[in-house]
T-cell receptor, first 114, second 120 residues
Framework: AQSVTQLDSQVPVFEEAPVELRCNYS??????LFWYVQYPNQGLQLLLK??????LVKGINGFEAEFNKSQTSFHLRKPSVHISDTAEYFC????????????FGKGTTLSVSS | DTGVSQNPRHKITKRGQNVTFRCDPI?????LYWYRQTLGQGPEFLTY????????KSRLLSDRFSAERPKGSFSTLEIQRTEQGDSAMYLC??????????????????FGAGSRLTVL
């Protein structure tokens, strides 16, 4: 079974500052990792995913994440945030076994202020 | 491709009543998932279908919950005898699977906007 821990429930940051949202996972098999974003009153939107290959993955809106197998982490980063990045961010994990449910963390609220 | 559609978007009901939510997935997607999201929590897996077959159910899916996907297209999630603890956002997602193990589109879910249930 897999599990996900998002280490920060809330991250306040000023506009144009860098940000890192932390995610650690637990799994006994190879994993696929995702970050989803949920804007207020909207559905979950895929930001980026790691399936295989390069451990640094780039997503939409200037976000990127790095898969670190030894530290079982998949932290999300952005070098300069905007007010419009204010949202809830969810890290999720599944395995390479077909049909395994996507398991989400509890989410991190990113609040960007001017 | 109109995305994943869920109806109704918001349902308010009294405790003990039955409610039904509908999900229309992306037309070419053969897998359909139901999740529940409560305030301050991430989405929690409830169940999923491949075509019309229900392949996995979470322990969160009590006997009062039933999901169907009769023709492998849209799906319904019914909650009988609702309780206040059922108040949540019910999310539907879909994906395409080539079948078998390994990397596939099965692992990239597209979510709908959700159906919010309020039980009074």
């Amino acid at each position: 079974a897999q599990s996900v821990t998002q280490l920060d429930s809330q991250v306040p940051v000023f506009e144009e500052a860098p940000v890192e949202l932390r995610c650690n996972y637990s799994s006994s098999v190879s994993v696929y990792l995702f970050w989803y974003v949920q804007y207020p009153n909207q559905g979950l939107q895929l930001l980026l995913k790691y399936l295989s290959g390069s451990t640094l993955v780039k997503g939409i809106n200037g976000f990127e994440a790095e898969f670190n197998k030894s530290q079982t982490s998949f932290h999300l980063r952005k070098p300069s945030v905007h007010i419009s990045d204010t949202a809830e961010y969810f890290c999720a994990v599944t395995s390479n076994q077909a049909g395994t449910a996507l398991i989400f963390g509890k989410g991190t609220t990113l609040s960007v202020s001017s | 491709d109109t995305g994943v559609s869920q109806n109704p978007r918001h349902k308010i009901t009294k405790r003990g009543q039955n409610v039904t939510f509908r999900c229309d997935p992306i037309s070419e997607h053969n897998r359909l998932y139901w999740y529940r999201q409560t305030l301050g929590q991430g989405p929690e897996f409830l169940t999923y279908f491949q075509n019309e077959a229900q392949l996995e159910k979470s322990r969160l899916l009590s006997d009062r919950f039933s999901a169907e996907r009769p023709k492998g297209s849209f799906s319904t999630l019914e909650i009988q005898r609702t309780e206040q603890g059922d108040s949540a956002m019910y999310l539907c997602a879909s994906s395409y699977s080539l079948g078998g193990t390994g990397i596939s589109g099965a692992n990239v879910l597209t979510f709908g906007a959700g159906s919010r249930l309020t039980v009074l």
